[in-house]
Protein backbone atom coordinates (compact mmCIF):
# COMPACT_ATOMS: atom_id res chain seq x y z
CA UNK A 1 0.00 0.00 0.00
CA UNK A 2 1.69 2.99 -1.61
CA UNK A 3 1.85 6.06 1.07
CA UNK A 4 2.06 9.44 -0.64
CA UNK A 5 4.32 12.20 1.19
CA UNK A 6 3.76 16.01 0.82
CA UNK A 7 6.46 18.11 1.58
CA UNK A 8 5.80 21.77 2.71
CA UNK A 9 8.91 22.75 3.70
CA UNK A 10 8.97 23.59 7.94
CA UNK A 11 12.16 23.32 10.06
CA UNK A 12 12.71 19.70 8.92
CA UNK A 13 13.80 21.38 5.54
CA UNK A 14 15.44 24.17 6.80
CA UNK A 15 19.88 24.81 6.38
CA UNK A 16 22.28 27.31 6.72
CA UNK A 17 23.66 30.01 4.21
CA UNK A 18 26.95 29.77 5.07
CA UNK A 19 27.54 33.25 3.09
CA UNK A 20 25.08 35.02 4.26
CA UNK A 21 24.72 33.03 7.55
CA UNK A 22 21.30 32.79 7.68
CA UNK A 23 18.86 29.92 7.39
CA UNK A 24 17.36 29.27 3.81
CA UNK A 25 14.58 26.86 2.37
CA UNK A 26 16.55 24.75 -0.41
CA UNK A 27 16.20 21.05 -2.32
CA UNK A 28 14.33 19.05 0.81
CA UNK A 29 15.94 16.72 2.83
CA UNK A 30 13.17 14.05 3.16
CA UNK A 31 14.21 11.70 0.57
CA UNK A 32 17.82 11.68 1.90
CA UNK A 33 16.48 10.69 5.25
CA UNK A 34 14.42 8.37 4.26
CA UNK A 35 17.08 6.79 2.12
CA UNK A 36 19.47 7.41 5.32
CA UNK A 37 17.00 5.40 7.21
CA UNK A 38 16.92 2.42 4.69
CA UNK A 39 13.15 3.26 4.56
CA UNK A 40 11.85 0.36 2.02
CA UNK A 41 7.94 1.74 2.51
CA UNK A 42 6.75 2.47 -0.79
CA UNK A 43 6.37 6.10 -0.84
CA UNK A 44 5.74 8.72 -3.42
CA UNK A 45 7.04 12.07 -2.78
CA UNK A 46 5.66 15.72 -4.42
CA UNK A 47 7.35 19.14 -2.39
CA UNK A 48 4.19 21.42 -2.52
CA UNK A 49 6.17 24.21 -1.61
CA UNK A 50 9.35 25.22 0.82
CA UNK A 51 8.53 27.50 3.53
CA UNK A 52 7.90 28.58 6.81
CA UNK A 53 4.51 27.41 8.36
CA UNK A 54 4.23 31.19 9.57
CA UNK A 55 4.53 31.88 5.82
CA UNK A 56 1.62 29.90 4.67
CA UNK A 57 -1.59 31.17 3.75
CA UNK A 58 -5.19 30.45 2.78
CA UNK A 59 -4.14 29.34 -0.40
CA UNK A 60 -1.03 27.69 0.53
CA UNK A 61 -3.27 25.44 2.44
CA UNK A 62 -5.61 25.18 -0.43
CA UNK A 63 -2.85 23.96 -2.31
CA UNK A 64 -2.33 20.98 0.51
CA UNK A 65 -6.00 20.17 0.96
CA UNK A 66 -6.21 20.05 -2.67
CA UNK A 67 -3.38 17.74 -3.11
CA UNK A 68 -4.98 15.26 -0.44
CA UNK A 69 -7.96 14.67 -2.20
CA UNK A 70 -6.47 14.12 -5.56
CA UNK A 71 -4.12 11.60 -4.90
CA UNK A 72 -4.88 8.12 -5.02
CA UNK A 73 -3.32 7.05 -2.34
CA UNK A 74 -5.53 6.90 1.02
CA UNK A 75 -2.37 7.16 3.31
CA UNK A 76 -0.59 10.56 3.30
CA UNK A 77 2.27 12.04 5.27
CA UNK A 78 3.01 15.36 5.17
CA UNK A 79 6.17 17.31 6.16
CA UNK A 80 5.11 20.48 8.04
CA UNK A 81 6.22 23.59 9.88
CA UNK A 82 5.28 22.95 13.31
CA UNK A 83 3.97 26.74 13.93
CA UNK A 84 1.07 26.02 11.92
CA UNK A 85 0.78 22.61 12.24
CA UNK A 86 -2.27 21.99 13.96
CA UNK A 87 -4.32 24.86 11.70
CA UNK A 88 -3.35 22.88 8.06
CA UNK A 89 -4.92 19.64 10.24
CA UNK A 90 -8.04 21.46 10.96
CA UNK A 91 -8.09 22.65 7.07
CA UNK A 92 -8.04 19.10 6.15
CA UNK A 93 -10.46 17.67 8.56
CA UNK A 94 -13.07 20.13 7.89
CA UNK A 95 -12.91 19.92 3.79
CA UNK A 96 -14.62 17.37 1.80
CA UNK A 97 -12.91 14.80 0.07
CA UNK A 98 -10.51 13.78 2.34
CA UNK A 99 -12.83 11.64 4.26
CA UNK A 100 -11.54 8.37 3.73
CA UNK A 101 -8.08 8.61 3.97
CA UNK A 102 -5.63 8.51 6.67
CA UNK A 103 -3.67 11.57 7.00
CA UNK A 104 -0.40 12.33 9.28
CA UNK A 105 1.41 15.56 9.83
CA UNK A 106 4.77 15.89 11.16
CA UNK A 107 7.84 18.30 11.55
CA UNK A 108 10.59 19.30 13.66
CA UNK A 109 11.78 21.34 16.26
CA UNK A 110 15.62 20.82 14.95
CA UNK A 111 16.73 21.09 11.16
CA UNK A 112 18.03 17.74 10.08
CA UNK A 113 21.04 19.68 8.59
CA UNK A 114 21.84 20.72 11.94
CA UNK A 115 22.68 16.80 13.02
CA UNK A 116 21.42 15.99 16.58
CA UNK A 117 17.78 15.84 14.73
CA UNK A 118 14.33 14.86 15.64
CA UNK A 119 13.50 14.65 12.27
CA UNK A 120 14.58 11.58 11.67
CA UNK A 121 12.45 10.09 14.35
CA UNK A 122 9.87 12.02 13.71
CA UNK A 123 9.67 10.90 9.93
CA UNK A 124 9.71 6.78 11.30
CA UNK A 125 6.80 7.36 13.18
CA UNK A 126 4.84 9.57 11.13
CA UNK A 127 5.04 7.18 8.55
CA UNK A 128 4.57 4.19 10.75
CA UNK A 129 1.28 5.87 12.48
CA UNK A 130 0.25 6.26 8.71
CA UNK A 131 -0.10 2.86 7.67
CA UNK A 132 -2.09 1.58 10.34
CA UNK A 133 -4.58 4.12 11.53
CA UNK A 134 -7.77 4.43 10.47
CA UNK A 135 -8.81 6.94 8.26
CA UNK A 136 -8.53 10.96 9.88
CA UNK A 137 -6.55 13.54 9.93
CA UNK A 138 -3.86 13.24 12.72
CA UNK A 139 -0.70 14.70 13.57
CA UNK A 140 2.23 12.75 14.99
CA UNK A 141 5.21 14.35 17.14
CA UNK A 142 7.10 13.78 20.06
CA UNK A 143 6.50 9.94 19.72
CA UNK A 144 3.16 10.75 20.12
CA UNK A 145 0.23 11.01 17.88
CA UNK A 146 -3.02 13.35 18.45
CA UNK A 147 -6.59 13.35 16.54
CA UNK A 148 -6.57 16.91 14.54
CA UNK A 149 -9.03 17.85 16.94
CA UNK A 150 -7.26 17.40 20.23
CA UNK A 151 -3.69 18.71 20.11
CA UNK A 152 -1.97 22.11 20.55
CA UNK A 153 1.92 23.17 20.48
CA UNK A 154 3.07 24.43 23.60
CA UNK A 155 4.89 27.48 22.72
CA UNK A 156 6.91 27.83 25.96
CA UNK A 157 8.46 23.91 25.35
CA UNK A 158 8.10 23.59 21.83
CA UNK A 159 6.18 20.20 22.49
CA UNK A 160 2.73 19.04 21.54
CA UNK A 161 -0.03 17.97 24.24
CA UNK A 162 -3.57 16.66 24.00
CA UNK A 163 -5.84 19.98 24.55
CA UNK A 164 -7.86 17.49 26.96
CA UNK A 165 -5.08 16.32 28.56
CA UNK B 1 -0.33 3.95 28.20
CA UNK B 2 2.87 3.34 29.02
CA UNK B 3 5.41 1.63 26.56
CA UNK B 4 8.22 -0.66 28.44
CA UNK B 5 11.06 -0.80 26.41
CA UNK B 6 13.55 -3.46 26.70
CA UNK B 7 17.22 -3.40 25.32
CA UNK B 8 19.39 -5.98 24.47
CA UNK B 9 22.23 -4.44 22.77
CA UNK B 10 22.72 -4.88 19.04
CA UNK B 11 24.20 -2.50 16.34
CA UNK B 12 21.82 0.17 17.89
CA UNK B 13 24.24 0.33 20.37
CA UNK B 14 27.31 -0.48 19.59
CA UNK B 15 30.54 1.98 20.09
CA UNK B 16 33.52 2.43 18.71
CA UNK B 17 36.45 1.53 21.19
CA UNK B 18 39.81 4.23 20.31
CA UNK B 19 42.16 2.62 22.32
CA UNK B 20 41.45 -1.28 21.15
CA UNK B 21 40.49 0.31 17.37
CA UNK B 22 37.19 -1.77 17.54
CA UNK B 23 33.29 -2.13 18.12
CA UNK B 24 32.42 -2.62 21.41
CA UNK B 25 29.28 -2.59 23.49
CA UNK B 26 29.26 0.13 26.83
CA UNK B 27 25.91 1.98 27.88
CA UNK B 28 22.82 1.69 26.18
CA UNK B 29 22.21 4.97 23.58
CA UNK B 30 18.42 4.36 23.46
CA UNK B 31 17.73 6.80 26.23
CA UNK B 32 19.74 9.51 24.64
CA UNK B 33 18.15 9.11 21.37
CA UNK B 34 14.86 8.93 22.77
CA UNK B 35 16.02 12.19 24.07
CA UNK B 36 17.52 13.95 21.20
CA UNK B 37 14.14 12.42 19.51
CA UNK B 38 12.05 14.92 21.76
CA UNK B 39 10.01 11.71 22.60
CA UNK B 40 7.16 12.35 25.08
CA UNK B 41 5.27 9.32 24.76
CA UNK B 42 5.31 7.68 28.67
CA UNK B 43 8.27 5.05 28.17
CA UNK B 44 9.75 3.06 30.79
CA UNK B 45 13.28 1.69 29.68
CA UNK B 46 15.41 -1.65 31.13
CA UNK B 47 18.57 -3.31 29.93
CA UNK B 48 18.31 -6.50 29.95
CA UNK B 49 21.99 -7.29 28.06
CA UNK B 50 24.15 -5.69 26.04
CA UNK B 51 25.17 -8.46 23.14
CA UNK B 52 25.96 -8.99 19.62
CA UNK B 53 22.26 -10.96 18.53
CA UNK B 54 24.66 -14.04 17.07
CA UNK B 55 25.74 -14.47 21.18
CA UNK B 56 22.66 -14.27 22.16
CA UNK B 57 22.08 -18.35 24.12
CA UNK B 58 18.72 -19.68 24.94
CA UNK B 59 18.94 -18.49 28.33
CA UNK B 60 19.36 -15.24 26.91
CA UNK B 61 16.12 -16.08 24.88
CA UNK B 62 14.68 -16.45 28.14
CA UNK B 63 15.42 -14.16 29.42
CA UNK B 64 13.78 -11.78 26.79
CA UNK B 65 10.88 -13.75 27.27
CA UNK B 66 10.26 -13.52 30.91
CA UNK B 67 10.31 -9.78 30.80
CA UNK B 68 7.91 -9.45 28.35
CA UNK B 69 5.46 -11.70 30.39
CA UNK B 70 6.38 -10.40 33.45
CA UNK B 71 6.54 -6.68 32.89
CA UNK B 72 3.07 -4.76 34.07
CA UNK B 73 3.08 -2.94 30.13
CA UNK B 74 0.81 -4.30 27.93
CA UNK B 75 3.61 -2.52 25.01
CA UNK B 76 6.35 -3.92 24.54
CA UNK B 77 9.04 -2.30 22.51
CA UNK B 78 13.26 -4.43 22.24
CA UNK B 79 15.61 -3.21 20.77
CA UNK B 80 17.98 -6.09 18.78
CA UNK B 81 20.57 -7.16 16.83
CA UNK B 82 19.38 -8.08 13.62
CA UNK B 83 20.80 -11.01 12.63
CA UNK B 84 18.67 -13.23 15.09
CA UNK B 85 15.80 -10.52 15.55
CA UNK B 86 13.09 -13.12 13.68
CA UNK B 87 14.27 -16.58 16.40
CA UNK B 88 13.64 -14.20 19.09
CA UNK B 89 10.54 -12.79 17.87
CA UNK B 90 9.19 -16.46 16.81
CA UNK B 91 10.28 -17.68 20.72
CA UNK B 92 8.06 -14.80 22.08
CA UNK B 93 5.43 -15.85 19.71
CA UNK B 94 5.51 -19.34 21.15
CA UNK B 95 5.99 -18.67 24.69
CA UNK B 96 2.74 -18.87 26.98
CA UNK B 97 1.98 -15.82 28.59
CA UNK B 98 2.72 -13.05 26.34
CA UNK B 99 -0.06 -13.40 24.13
CA UNK B 100 -2.07 -9.93 25.36
CA UNK B 101 0.39 -7.91 24.51
CA UNK B 102 1.50 -5.83 21.45
CA UNK B 103 5.95 -6.89 21.17
CA UNK B 104 7.50 -5.12 18.60
CA UNK B 105 11.33 -5.93 17.90
CA UNK B 106 13.52 -2.95 16.48
CA UNK B 107 16.98 -2.86 15.31
CA UNK B 108 20.12 -0.96 13.03
CA UNK B 109 22.08 -1.42 10.69
CA UNK B 110 23.89 1.23 11.45
CA UNK B 111 25.48 2.04 15.33
CA UNK B 112 23.55 5.21 16.54
CA UNK B 113 26.94 6.44 17.47
CA UNK B 114 28.43 6.87 13.72
CA UNK B 115 25.95 9.21 12.80
CA UNK B 116 24.34 9.16 9.85
CA UNK B 117 22.15 5.62 11.40
CA UNK B 118 18.88 4.52 10.82
CA UNK B 119 18.40 3.96 14.76
CA UNK B 120 16.34 7.49 15.17
CA UNK B 121 14.40 6.43 12.10
CA UNK B 122 13.51 2.74 13.28
CA UNK B 123 12.90 3.51 17.03
CA UNK B 124 10.41 6.43 16.25
CA UNK B 125 8.44 4.13 13.94
CA UNK B 126 8.64 0.85 16.52
CA UNK B 127 7.42 3.45 19.40
CA UNK B 128 4.63 4.26 16.92
CA UNK B 129 3.43 0.79 15.90
CA UNK B 130 3.55 -0.82 18.97
CA UNK B 131 1.15 2.39 19.81
CA UNK B 132 -1.56 1.06 17.86
CA UNK B 133 -1.08 -2.58 16.70
CA UNK B 134 -3.24 -4.89 18.08
CA UNK B 135 -1.80 -7.93 20.58
CA UNK B 136 0.74 -9.99 18.89
CA UNK B 137 4.96 -9.90 18.14
CA UNK B 138 6.10 -8.27 15.50
CA UNK B 139 9.36 -7.15 13.62
CA UNK B 140 9.50 -3.12 12.86
CA UNK B 141 12.08 -2.49 10.07
CA UNK B 142 13.00 -0.18 6.64
CA UNK B 143 9.63 1.79 8.04
CA UNK B 144 7.89 -1.03 7.51
CA UNK B 145 6.09 -3.81 9.96
CA UNK B 146 5.97 -7.82 9.61
CA UNK B 147 4.18 -10.43 11.55
CA UNK B 148 6.63 -12.57 13.31
CA UNK B 149 6.06 -15.36 11.21
CA UNK B 150 6.13 -13.95 7.53
CA UNK B 151 9.54 -11.96 7.79
CA UNK B 152 13.52 -12.40 7.34
CA UNK B 153 16.39 -10.91 7.17
CA UNK B 154 17.71 -10.70 3.72
CA UNK B 155 21.71 -11.33 4.24
CA UNK B 156 23.24 -9.79 1.11
CA UNK B 157 20.93 -6.38 0.92
CA UNK B 158 20.41 -6.27 4.71
CA UNK B 159 17.18 -5.60 4.02
CA UNK B 160 13.94 -7.37 6.01
CA UNK B 161 11.34 -8.90 3.82
CA UNK B 162 8.27 -10.52 4.13
CA UNK B 163 8.66 -14.18 3.42
CA UNK B 164 5.41 -14.34 1.62
CA UNK B 165 6.22 -11.73 -1.08
CA UNK C 1 54.96 26.98 26.09
CA UNK C 2 50.99 27.81 26.91
CA UNK C 3 48.59 28.91 24.47
CA UNK C 4 45.77 31.80 24.72
CA UNK C 5 42.81 31.29 23.44
CA UNK C 6 40.25 34.67 22.64
CA UNK C 7 36.93 33.52 22.39
CA UNK C 8 35.04 36.18 20.41
CA UNK C 9 31.95 34.02 19.14
CA UNK C 10 31.44 34.06 15.46
CA UNK C 11 29.96 31.45 13.49
CA UNK C 12 32.08 29.27 15.32
CA UNK C 13 29.51 29.22 17.99
CA UNK C 14 26.59 30.16 16.74
CA UNK C 15 23.62 27.39 17.98
CA UNK C 16 19.91 27.07 16.57
CA UNK C 17 16.91 28.44 19.52
CA UNK C 18 14.41 25.92 18.80
CA UNK C 19 12.17 27.20 20.67
CA UNK C 20 12.03 30.62 18.20
CA UNK C 21 13.81 28.76 15.61
CA UNK C 22 16.54 31.43 14.70
CA UNK C 23 20.59 31.15 15.31
CA UNK C 24 21.54 32.43 18.81
CA UNK C 25 24.74 32.31 20.85
CA UNK C 26 25.24 30.94 24.22
CA UNK C 27 27.85 29.47 25.79
CA UNK C 28 31.01 28.23 23.84
CA UNK C 29 31.77 25.23 21.78
CA UNK C 30 35.43 25.76 21.86
CA UNK C 31 36.44 23.95 25.04
CA UNK C 32 34.18 20.96 23.41
CA UNK C 33 36.06 21.06 20.23
CA UNK C 34 39.25 20.93 21.70
CA UNK C 35 38.41 17.73 23.80
CA UNK C 36 36.87 15.88 20.39
CA UNK C 37 39.89 16.96 18.92
CA UNK C 38 41.51 15.16 21.53
CA UNK C 39 43.88 18.03 21.97
CA UNK C 40 46.60 18.10 24.56
CA UNK C 41 48.25 21.59 23.59
CA UNK C 42 48.42 23.23 26.52
CA UNK C 43 46.06 25.76 26.49
CA UNK C 44 44.67 28.76 28.49
CA UNK C 45 40.57 29.37 27.42
CA UNK C 46 39.35 33.16 28.23
CA UNK C 47 35.69 33.73 26.25
CA UNK C 48 35.85 38.13 25.88
CA UNK C 49 32.52 38.50 24.17
CA UNK C 50 30.22 36.26 22.46
CA UNK C 51 28.79 38.28 19.56
CA UNK C 52 28.52 38.16 15.46
CA UNK C 53 31.10 40.01 14.60
CA UNK C 54 29.42 42.67 12.22
CA UNK C 55 28.33 43.64 15.65
CA UNK C 56 31.73 44.07 17.19
CA UNK C 57 32.03 48.32 18.07
CA UNK C 58 35.47 50.08 18.82
CA UNK C 59 35.24 49.30 22.44
CA UNK C 60 34.17 45.55 21.63
CA UNK C 61 38.00 45.43 19.64
CA UNK C 62 39.70 47.45 21.86
CA UNK C 63 38.85 44.82 24.84
CA UNK C 64 40.22 42.33 22.26
CA UNK C 65 43.43 44.30 22.24
CA UNK C 66 43.69 44.90 25.59
CA UNK C 67 43.35 41.42 26.18
CA UNK C 68 46.37 40.38 23.87
CA UNK C 69 48.39 42.63 25.76
CA UNK C 70 48.02 42.18 29.10
CA UNK C 71 48.18 38.29 28.98
CA UNK C 72 51.38 36.56 30.25
CA UNK C 73 51.21 34.46 26.83
CA UNK C 74 53.36 35.02 24.02
CA UNK C 75 51.29 32.77 22.07
CA UNK C 76 47.44 33.61 21.32
CA UNK C 77 44.71 32.35 18.83
CA UNK C 78 41.58 34.24 18.41
CA UNK C 79 38.31 32.83 17.45
CA UNK C 80 36.54 35.66 15.86
CA UNK C 81 33.36 36.00 13.11
CA UNK C 82 34.90 36.11 9.84
CA UNK C 83 33.30 39.46 8.62
CA UNK C 84 35.52 41.42 10.56
CA UNK C 85 38.19 39.67 11.18
CA UNK C 86 40.34 41.46 9.12
CA UNK C 87 39.64 44.53 10.79
CA UNK C 88 40.34 43.40 14.35
CA UNK C 89 43.81 41.77 12.89
CA UNK C 90 44.73 44.96 11.88
CA UNK C 91 43.48 46.75 15.19
CA UNK C 92 46.03 44.46 16.52
CA UNK C 93 48.58 45.26 14.53
CA UNK C 94 48.34 48.99 14.41
CA UNK C 95 48.12 48.49 19.06
CA UNK C 96 50.84 48.86 20.33
CA UNK C 97 52.13 46.13 23.40
CA UNK C 98 51.50 42.84 20.94
CA UNK C 99 54.71 43.39 19.02
CA UNK C 100 56.56 40.76 20.62
CA UNK C 101 53.40 37.89 20.26
CA UNK C 102 51.98 35.58 17.98
CA UNK C 103 48.52 36.33 17.09
CA UNK C 104 46.36 33.88 15.02
CA UNK C 105 42.93 34.55 14.41
CA UNK C 106 40.66 32.43 12.81
CA UNK C 107 37.15 31.52 12.65
CA UNK C 108 34.65 29.34 10.59
CA UNK C 109 31.98 29.58 7.94
CA UNK C 110 29.56 26.56 9.31
CA UNK C 111 28.54 26.53 12.71
CA UNK C 112 30.34 23.39 14.74
CA UNK C 113 26.81 23.01 16.25
CA UNK C 114 25.44 22.57 12.12
CA UNK C 115 27.22 19.04 12.27
CA UNK C 116 29.72 19.31 8.98
CA UNK C 117 31.72 21.94 9.92
CA UNK C 118 35.03 23.90 8.78
CA UNK C 119 35.45 24.76 12.54
CA UNK C 120 37.18 21.55 13.52
CA UNK C 121 39.36 22.15 10.66
CA UNK C 122 40.37 25.97 11.36
CA UNK C 123 40.94 25.49 15.24
CA UNK C 124 43.57 22.64 14.43
CA UNK C 125 45.03 24.58 11.70
CA UNK C 126 44.87 28.04 14.38
CA UNK C 127 46.72 26.01 17.12
CA UNK C 128 49.44 24.89 14.95
CA UNK C 129 50.33 28.00 12.78
CA UNK C 130 50.24 30.05 16.40
CA UNK C 131 53.09 27.46 17.89
CA UNK C 132 55.38 27.94 15.42
CA UNK C 133 54.84 31.34 13.60
CA UNK C 134 57.63 34.23 14.22
CA UNK C 135 55.89 37.32 15.92
CA UNK C 136 53.31 39.04 14.29
CA UNK C 137 49.57 39.25 13.64
CA UNK C 138 47.79 36.62 11.17
CA UNK C 139 45.13 34.70 9.63
CA UNK C 140 44.46 31.64 9.75
CA UNK C 141 41.37 30.05 7.32
CA UNK C 142 41.03 27.58 4.56
CA UNK C 143 44.14 25.93 5.76
CA UNK C 144 46.32 28.76 4.87
CA UNK C 145 47.93 31.39 6.92
CA UNK C 146 47.78 35.33 5.75
CA UNK C 147 49.76 38.41 7.17
CA UNK C 148 47.18 40.23 8.70
CA UNK C 149 48.04 42.77 5.66
CA UNK C 150 47.66 40.25 2.89
CA UNK C 151 44.25 39.18 3.44
CA UNK C 152 40.63 39.93 2.58
CA UNK C 153 37.12 37.78 2.97
CA UNK C 154 35.78 37.25 -0.38
CA UNK C 155 32.42 38.06 0.40
CA UNK C 156 31.24 36.14 -3.25
CA UNK C 157 32.76 32.79 -2.20
CA UNK C 158 33.21 33.14 1.53
CA UNK C 159 36.78 32.33 1.22
CA UNK C 160 39.73 33.60 2.72
CA UNK C 161 42.36 35.00 -0.32
CA UNK C 162 45.46 37.24 -0.38
CA UNK C 163 45.45 40.61 -1.75
CA UNK C 164 48.45 40.39 -2.85
CA UNK C 165 47.24 37.14 -5.35
CA UNK D 1 53.95 26.07 -2.47
CA UNK D 2 51.90 22.69 -3.24
CA UNK D 3 51.58 19.96 -0.65
CA UNK D 4 51.70 16.44 -1.53
CA UNK D 5 49.83 14.33 0.67
CA UNK D 6 49.90 10.65 0.81
CA UNK D 7 47.29 8.55 2.09
CA UNK D 8 47.93 5.38 3.35
CA UNK D 9 44.97 4.40 5.55
CA UNK D 10 44.79 4.09 9.31
CA UNK D 11 41.69 5.22 11.42
CA UNK D 12 41.45 8.21 9.95
CA UNK D 13 39.88 6.22 6.77
CA UNK D 14 37.96 3.37 8.33
CA UNK D 15 34.35 2.73 7.70
CA UNK D 16 31.63 0.52 9.19
CA UNK D 17 30.08 -2.15 6.91
CA UNK D 18 26.83 -3.06 7.17
CA UNK D 19 26.25 -6.15 6.26
CA UNK D 20 28.97 -7.61 8.14
CA UNK D 21 29.15 -5.52 10.94
CA UNK D 22 33.07 -5.13 10.84
CA UNK D 23 35.59 -2.43 10.25
CA UNK D 24 37.02 -2.40 6.88
CA UNK D 25 38.87 0.27 4.45
CA UNK D 26 36.97 1.55 1.45
CA UNK D 27 37.89 4.89 -0.66
CA UNK D 28 40.00 7.29 1.71
CA UNK D 29 37.99 9.87 3.10
CA UNK D 30 40.69 12.57 2.93
CA UNK D 31 39.56 14.37 -0.15
CA UNK D 32 35.79 15.10 1.17
CA UNK D 33 37.38 16.04 4.56
CA UNK D 34 39.20 18.95 2.86
CA UNK D 35 36.28 20.24 0.93
CA UNK D 36 34.38 20.32 4.78
CA UNK D 37 37.44 22.28 6.07
CA UNK D 38 37.41 24.19 2.78
CA UNK D 39 41.08 24.09 2.56
CA UNK D 40 42.51 26.10 -0.33
CA UNK D 41 45.73 25.24 0.20
CA UNK D 42 47.32 23.65 -2.71
CA UNK D 43 47.12 20.33 -2.23
CA UNK D 44 48.34 16.79 -4.29
CA UNK D 45 46.49 13.85 -3.11
CA UNK D 46 47.94 10.02 -3.59
CA UNK D 47 46.54 7.38 -2.06
CA UNK D 48 49.47 4.57 -1.36
CA UNK D 49 48.00 1.89 0.32
CA UNK D 50 44.42 1.84 2.16
CA UNK D 51 45.54 -0.66 5.01
CA UNK D 52 45.81 -0.96 9.43
CA UNK D 53 48.89 0.54 10.10
CA UNK D 54 49.57 -2.76 12.34
CA UNK D 55 49.60 -4.91 8.91
CA UNK D 56 52.37 -2.32 7.75
CA UNK D 57 55.04 -4.51 6.35
CA UNK D 58 58.96 -3.45 5.74
CA UNK D 59 58.09 -3.29 1.57
CA UNK D 60 54.62 -1.06 2.74
CA UNK D 61 56.88 1.45 4.82
CA UNK D 62 59.63 1.45 1.31
CA UNK D 63 56.42 2.19 -0.29
CA UNK D 64 56.22 5.20 1.92
CA UNK D 65 59.83 6.38 1.67
CA UNK D 66 60.31 5.72 -2.19
CA UNK D 67 57.44 8.30 -2.50
CA UNK D 68 58.20 10.94 -0.47
CA UNK D 69 61.81 10.83 -2.13
CA UNK D 70 60.67 10.85 -5.68
CA UNK D 71 57.50 13.36 -5.42
CA UNK D 72 58.20 17.00 -6.59
CA UNK D 73 56.37 18.62 -3.43
CA UNK D 74 58.90 19.91 -0.38
CA UNK D 75 56.19 19.64 1.52
CA UNK D 76 54.66 16.22 2.21
CA UNK D 77 52.15 15.33 4.59
CA UNK D 78 51.10 11.72 5.43
CA UNK D 79 47.78 10.43 7.11
CA UNK D 80 48.89 7.35 8.63
CA UNK D 81 47.35 4.20 11.26
CA UNK D 82 48.30 5.50 14.91
CA UNK D 83 50.34 2.78 16.34
CA UNK D 84 52.71 2.22 13.88
CA UNK D 85 53.42 5.94 12.89
CA UNK D 86 56.16 6.28 15.15
CA UNK D 87 58.37 3.68 12.81
CA UNK D 88 57.48 5.13 9.50
CA UNK D 89 58.60 8.11 10.97
CA UNK D 90 62.17 6.24 11.77
CA UNK D 91 62.10 4.49 8.18
CA UNK D 92 61.57 8.41 6.49
CA UNK D 93 64.42 10.28 9.12
CA UNK D 94 66.89 7.31 8.13
CA UNK D 95 66.61 6.84 4.44
CA UNK D 96 68.73 9.25 1.90
CA UNK D 97 67.16 11.15 -0.62
CA UNK D 98 64.16 12.78 2.10
CA UNK D 99 66.60 15.25 3.28
CA UNK D 100 65.80 18.46 2.27
CA UNK D 101 61.73 17.88 2.61
CA UNK D 102 59.59 19.00 5.52
CA UNK D 103 57.38 15.91 5.76
CA UNK D 104 54.63 15.33 8.58
CA UNK D 105 52.52 12.20 10.15
CA UNK D 106 48.81 12.38 11.51
CA UNK D 107 46.42 10.13 11.86
CA UNK D 108 43.13 9.63 14.28
CA UNK D 109 41.79 7.84 17.11
CA UNK D 110 38.30 8.10 15.68
CA UNK D 111 37.56 7.26 12.50
CA UNK D 112 35.93 10.23 10.52
CA UNK D 113 33.09 8.45 9.22
CA UNK D 114 31.99 8.15 13.04
CA UNK D 115 31.37 11.58 13.62
CA UNK D 116 33.12 13.08 16.70
CA UNK D 117 36.27 12.82 15.51
CA UNK D 118 39.57 14.02 15.69
CA UNK D 119 40.76 13.66 12.24
CA UNK D 120 38.90 17.06 10.78
CA UNK D 121 41.28 18.47 14.04
CA UNK D 122 44.40 16.66 13.38
CA UNK D 123 44.55 17.52 9.36
CA UNK D 124 44.39 21.15 9.96
CA UNK D 125 46.89 20.93 12.22
CA UNK D 126 49.07 18.32 10.19
CA UNK D 127 48.70 20.66 7.36
CA UNK D 128 49.39 23.96 9.36
CA UNK D 129 52.49 22.44 10.87
CA UNK D 130 54.16 20.90 7.15
CA UNK D 131 53.46 24.58 5.53
CA UNK D 132 55.70 26.68 8.34
CA UNK D 133 58.42 24.17 9.58
CA UNK D 134 62.08 23.44 8.27
CA UNK D 135 62.77 20.27 6.25
CA UNK D 136 62.59 17.21 8.63
CA UNK D 137 60.24 14.55 9.87
CA UNK D 138 57.88 14.68 12.59
CA UNK D 139 54.52 13.98 14.03
CA UNK D 140 51.45 16.03 14.92
CA UNK D 141 48.93 14.85 16.81
CA UNK D 142 46.99 16.05 19.48
CA UNK D 143 47.38 19.38 18.63
CA UNK D 144 51.06 19.16 19.16
CA UNK D 145 54.18 18.38 16.81
CA UNK D 146 57.08 15.94 17.52
CA UNK D 147 60.33 15.46 15.90
CA UNK D 148 60.49 11.98 15.00
CA UNK D 149 63.22 11.25 17.21
CA UNK D 150 61.18 12.50 20.31
CA UNK D 151 57.30 11.02 20.21
CA UNK D 152 56.18 8.12 21.22
CA UNK D 153 52.07 6.71 21.59
CA UNK D 154 51.28 6.35 25.08
CA UNK D 155 49.37 3.19 24.70
CA UNK D 156 46.99 3.25 27.84
CA UNK D 157 45.79 6.23 26.96
CA UNK D 158 45.92 6.76 22.95
CA UNK D 159 48.07 10.16 23.41
CA UNK D 160 51.21 11.31 21.83
CA UNK D 161 54.02 12.33 23.82
CA UNK D 162 57.51 13.25 23.73
CA UNK D 163 59.80 11.10 24.92
CA UNK D 164 62.01 13.82 26.70
CA UNK D 165 59.33 15.09 28.63
Not at 66 to 85: A, F, V
Not at 116 to 142: H, R
Request: glycine share 10%.
Amino acid sequence: MPIRILITGGTFDKQYDEIHARLVFRESHVGEMLRLGRCHAEVHLRTIMMIDSLDMTDADREAVVQNCRQCDETKILITHGTDTMVETARALAGAGGVEGKTVVLTGAMIPYAFGSSDGMFNLGSALSFVQVLPPGVYVAMNGRCFAWNDVRKNRQTGVFEAVSE
